[in-house]
């Protein structure tokens, strides 16, 4: 496959012009034709200022500098396509193994050089482009991509940090073993980047972070190579896993690690359930996430975010909700489910389905798009199968609209269920109002429970408005910045699964407590005394 | 209750004389005596070196600077009983609110004394004295109580950190909610202390560790007041909690904390099954942990640990599998359950025993033994019934054994299954030869599983030896060193749920990454820049 440079993922799924158009003709006040996509031979890419030591594996060659310029947030998108490349790195470094990065940080730290992690690069907040006025140098290390070992009896396995989720699950396989972890990035999102920013993958319940799945990390630090031990649980201190979870390429780089997996489920079952407003149906998802029944999906989608994907056209919210296990049949468990969701005023939709998994494989085999379909349960077509299609086809469908100058972006946040019906209607008014005053007209925002707890919630918002030509990027900020401030306001984090990056620095600076900013300055601090590491995330640069 | 100053928990469950010396009569070489417990007037505590601001509630009463000298360790009881409290506090602080945590933390800066956080004082691992030359004060939190406030809707609540286990569950009642965390000492340690040190509770699978409860926390540390929101869940950078978990007292107070409660169970259901030997059973346990059915109680105890607690006589292994749920009706989880153990080579003993818990409050509410009872399932006389009063029982037994100059006390640790049986076995045999080193006469190295993990196993040993008078702390200290030792040599952790302390320095400095320890000691230099906060626990003293 080829990545595209500009927009999200395989250049061959991309939409073609007259599906543009097609699509944008659902939004009011759009051009009629899409922005030609740029080629790249016509950009201008800003020379590199660096005369690399030319043993290490670096290369200034202007594509790949520019497809390593950005991530594939909105702005990104827009930026890419309005040509803007003049913030490409000065070098793209494809370390081979853990020395290399290592005597590229020792070179990089020596230089004054700042290095940049990039894993797949599929960033939406900023975490992977550099701001500032120092040389800097994009460290590509999907070259870094083996299952170095797998313990069966202990269903784990060794993996470095580069390997992307296709990578990685096929070298599982033959063991009978999976990650399971399928954020919407799947393909094009690493290991090493999944830990470096607690990603959000498969399961909506318990163990909804990569940080659930890590046994222990090894971490190239400016200051030396970190190793935790291969541990199921201990208490001996502070987590040290815990300190670079999350650190997104501040601290150092992750090179290897263990991970826990799971056996290729055998059995599956799913159901929809409509509920007739949002209030009620956020009930109902509460009390059955207070259950203990841990369903592998439970995805609530309002009747905005319904009606898009296609799993409801009637303005009824739909719950999906998903079951699956290696070792037991799980219809018992599904009908507990739903019964919770009856109890609670929904309508079961249809019959269940699935069962035995005879051809789990078949499922999970050919690809990143039946790898993702398992985030739902078996393949049925119906309210899941509809939402499921939709959801993989939703960042190619962003950058169509992009091309049509439509604003197209997403944010997400938690908090405790004490507050989530206000958050929801809240961010949905205020939101939209911003939408209203940046773009003069109204737009959509609509809300779905990608996660949810015990005790909260994580509601993921989608933005659909009209922009102007060339002022997209300006507006959308508008609306964002207006997004960060309701959730600051009502005590939501800035960010459930995306990372802080450096589009969310205010909204995590609101957040962090002080204390604790002065803890990680002074970690920062130690391991990476020359400050060359992803500067400007998460704190600011020394 | 008065608690005892010398010994475990409540002077009126002290074994007597008779019962010493009955029980003492089952191992072999021991005095035909106890040792006489001192009476604290005639001690000698040293005189305080404080003459402290009188505006700072601090007492230099010597029975409660005697009283807060040690923890509950072996080694502390049989020093207490040996009459030395030569490394007493100078004094005792009692805050009444957090305002006077500050201003205490400002005035010990200033004057330079040493303050150790006291929340129940049952550590096991000298984490609650002082083994410096400064002066220094014992910062006693029981006065810090309260339930502060209830989010019945999330399930959640505020709770000060001094409030001992029977102390807040007391207060969750009314609200129909508990925190549901049951360590050995429930009844004699504090929220704050299970933050600090990580404790291990009440569930055997899944959230093990207090660390899964916590929603967020309030840390009073000498360089300010750190205050996390209060979040199901979360993506903004590395957990500023996970900072302070496991602190163990080095980085601040835990004043404060919102915690995750669950509802009170309405059904449980347990069973017994026996192995005949304990690598079937850890086959069989590894099975369950791994099938995602999260059973609240799966207690495996090899033959000599059945037999010493009474569960099983006839030289076989007994696990003891509990579920519960207060959504669910529980009997087709445990069928689930026993059947997979049944499969891997199990005797179910007797039917099961449970169903809906019609007396769920009188089972609980009637103090902390059956708050600790609930630790299995509903109260059947069984196997799980006749061990769980051993383990509510086994610290007066140490107590009373003590005295009779026996040793007995128990280490535990954590690894990965595919070093499990490896691990146990090597323990027995290099413990089992340290005792006979140290005592000259052989001794019991028992193992359970006190918790399990789908990638691994928590065991839990117990020494029983006879000591020789006198020279007790010497012997066990020896037999601890060899214990250690193999730990590390395994890899397996120091410590699962007992903590560091400074008992555990020299293998958790071994199993302690440097770049983390790097990390930590700068964080320490931040927050606590005087060096005041329990020096010694896991980094050294400035």
């Not at 940080?105 to 701001?131: C, H, I, K, M, N």
């Not at 507050?419 to 205020?430: H, K, P, S």
């Not at 960060?484 to 459930?496: K, P, Q």
């Amino acid at each position: 496959m080829t990545r595209s440079w500009w927009g999200w993922g395989r250049t061959d799924r991309a939409l073609a012009d007259d599906e543009c158009v097609e699509l944008a003709a659902l939004i009011p006040g759009l051009p009629g034709r899409p922005r030609a996509v740029p080629r790249l031979r016509d950009l201008e890419v800003p020379p590199s200022r660096l005369g690399p030591p030319s043993s290490l594996p670096l290369t200034t060659d202007p594509a790949v500098r520019a497809a390593h310029s950005y991530g594939k947030a909105y702005r990104d998108v827009v930026r890419a396509l309005a040509g803007d490349l003049g913030g490409a790195p000065d070098a793209v470094a494809h370390p081979a193994d853990e020395d290399d990065v290592v005597r590229l940080l020792d070179w990089a730290g020596t230089a004054g050089v700042v290095v940049v992690p990039f894993g797949g690069g599929s960033s939406v907040v900023g975490g992977v482009e550099y701001r500032g006025d120092r040389p800097w140098v994009s460290m590509d290390l999907t070259r870094l991509d083996r299952v170095l070992e797998i313990d069966r009896v202990s269903r784990a396995a060794r993996i470095q940090g580069g390997a992307l989720g296709p990578v990685l699950e096929e070298q599982l396989r033959p063991a009978g073993l999976t990650l399971r972890h399928f954020p919407q990035s799947f393909e094009f999102s690493t290991l090493g980047g999944w830990l470096a920013t607690r990603a959000g993958g498969h399961y909506a319940t318990l163990h909804t972070h990569i940080d659930d799945l890590v046994e222990s990390m090894r971490v190239v630090t400016p200051a030396g190579v970190h190793e935790s031990w291969r541990l199921p649980g201990s208490g001996a201190g502070p987590s040290p896993d815990r300190l670079f979870l999350g650190s997104e390429g501040t601290l150092g780089v992750v090179t290897e690690a263990w991970m826990r997996l799971q056996d290729r489920p055998r059995w599956k079952a799913s159901a929809s359930v409509t509920f007739p407003d949002m209030t009620t149906a956020t009930t109902a998802v509460r009390a059955i996430s207070q259950a203990g029944l841990h369903p592998a999906n439970c995805r609530l989608l309002d009747a905005g975010e319904a009606a898009l994907s296609g799993a409801s056209t009637t303005g009824e919210c739909v719950l999906v909700l998903g079951v699956e296990s290696a070792a037991v049949p799980v219809a018992g468990r599904l009908a507990e489910l739903t019964g919770l969701a009856r109890d609670a005023g929904g309508s079961v939709a249809g019959d269940p389905v699935g069962g035995a998994v005879d051809a789990a494989d078949a499922i999970d085999a050919a690809g990143a798009i039946d790898a993702a379909g398992a985030i739902d349960a078996a393949g049925a077509i119906d309210a899941a199968g509809a939402w499921r299609a939709a959801f993989l086809r939703m960042p190619y469908v962003r950058d169509g609209l992009a091309r049509m100058s439509a604003i197209v972006e997403t944010f997400e946040t938690a908090c405790t269920w004490d507050r989530v019906d206000e958050l929801v209607a809240t961010v949905q008014a205020e939101v939209g109002a911003a939408v209203g005053e940046v773009t003069g007209a109204p737009g959509l925002v609509n809300c779905r429970f990608t996660h949810v707890y015990p005790d909260g919630a994580a509601p993921y918002f989608t933005v659909i408005t009209a922009g102007r030509p060339g002022s997209e990027v300006a507006m959308w900020d508008d609306v964002k910045t207006a997004a960060s401030e309701v959730l600051g306001r009502l005590g939501a984090t800035i960010t459930h699964h995306h990372a802080v990056g450096r589009d969310h620095r205010p909204g995590y600076d609101r957040q962090r407590p002080e204390p604790f900013a002065a803890a990680l300055r002074a970690v920062k601090a130690t391991l990476d005394p020359a400050g060359i590491l992803n500067p400007g995330v998460l704190i600011d640069p020394v």
